[in-house]
């Protein structure tokens, strides 16, 4: 028989062992839940440098605007700008010339919404069609019209609220018709495949469910998402979307056809085992709240809200560098002009902002 101090000291050690092992498996379910949500992610790019631009390559264009929101192109040259609040429609010239062309009366701005998104036919020499995405008394909708005539609504039912309202339009290279909404800040909504919200849309022009959906006879193309604001194309026909997270990670993300991005599952990195696509780039919300976004060569561009800045980015989510890093105040929407410049409309007149005498304003830059 053993020593009683020795058979005290065996049983203690296996107590150790066992209580150690316990607390390892713990720790090891607790770290891969964690790594699925994404709190242990890989870190964002927040701190990416700053490029300093010269003064020749940013121009005012138009100061005095209310909130301005989305921007499309007419085949001229001249540009359409949408006022969230004011529910205007102005049309815009490359030299600075602005003028009222008209209001949109079903509109009811409040909170974050209002007129948002606009988009010009691709065949708009011909048909003259442009289309806007506004918040209407019970409801966010899409609508088309003739410059001066009523807006047609073609799609109807995109759920409302004072925030997460979504917002983008934008021709794909397809030419179909692509919308950004938002969970109108009801989670479930976003992973609910026969709810708008929370959702990147694809239809025909009239409004119809576009073929080769992934999701039967629906306008839904992904599914996941919280709050869509900006939409493009690569020369390659890849989309991208960028996104704002809540709380911990905003997102710029490659978009394919019936996916879904995880919201409200996951928020940044963190796949959940596969089942969600992972963003090529995140950002913390206080460096970045992207809205608009448009891509010229191979770099992305990305207008932040809170952020206050332009980042430029690689098509692979890589090498990012900010550009007007709180020069102007928070940055709306960029698009990619026909002359290869990029329009940049701020935001400072928006409640959330501290506006300047001049703002707000449309930047043209070169950079």
């Not at 150790?16 to 891969?32: P, Q, R």
């Not at 996941?224 to 991208?240: E, K, P, S, T």
């Not at 970045?288 to 952020?307: K, N």
């Not at 506006?355 to 830059?365: A, C, N, Q, V």
């Amino acid at each position: 028989m053993r020593p009683p101090d020795t058979y005290r000291c065996g049983v203690t050690v296996r107590r150790v062992v066992m209580v150690v092992a316990t607390v390892v498996v713990v720790l090891a379910a607790a770290l891969g839940i964690a790594y699925w949500r994404g709190w242990f992610a890989r870190p964002s790019i927040s701190g990416a440098p700053a490029v300093t631009l010269p003064d020749s390559a940013v121009k005012t264009l138009a100061s005095g605007l209310v909130a301005p929101w989305g921007l499309a192109f007419l085949p001229d040259g001249s540009a359409l700008v949408t006022e969230r609040d004011s529910a205007r429609i102005l049309s815009m010239t490359a030299d600075g010339t602005v003028r009222e062309v008209q209001r949109i009366d079903e509109a009811r701005p409040s909170g974050e919404g209002g007129l948002l998104g606009i988009a010009v036919s691709p065949s708009y020499a011909s048909d003259r069609w442009v289309y806007v995405y506004y918040t209407a008394a019970s409801d966010n909708r899409i609508a088309r019209l003739r410059l001066g005539e009523r807006p047609q609504p073609i799609l109807t039912g995109i759920p409302r609220a004072g925030n997460h309202n979504g917002g983008r339009l934008a021709f794909g290279p397809d030419g179909m018709l692509y919308a950004g909404t938002g969970d109108a800040a009801q989670r479930g909504r976003a992973q609910d495949r026969d709810n708008l919200g929370g959702k990147i849309l694809r239809m025909t022009p009239e409004g119809a469910p576009a073929a080769g959906n992934p999701f039967g006879g629906s306008v839904v193309w992904s599914i996941g998402h919280r709050n869509v604001q900006g939409l493009a194309w690569d020369a390659a026909g890849r989309m991208y979307a960028s996104e704002f997270g809540q709380n911990r990670y905003d997102e710029l993300n490659r978009i394919e056809p019936g996916r879904n991005y995880g919201w409200p599952e996951v928020e940044g990195p963190g796949s959940g085992g596969g089942r969600y696509v992972e963003p090529i780039a995140t950002w913390a919300t206080d460096d970045a709240s992207p809205s608009g976004i448009a891509i010229a060569g191979e770099r992305v561009y990305m207008a932040c809200l809170r952020g206050q800045r332009l980042y430029r980015i690689g098509l692979d989510g890589k090498a990012p560098e900010v550009l007007l890093a709180g020069e102007y105040g928070r940055l709306r929407h960029v698009a990619l002009a026909p002359d290869g410049s990029l329009w940049v409309l701020t935001s400072n007149s928006d409640g959330r902002g501290s506006p300047s005498r001049d703002d707000d304003r449309i930047l043209r830059l070169t950079p």
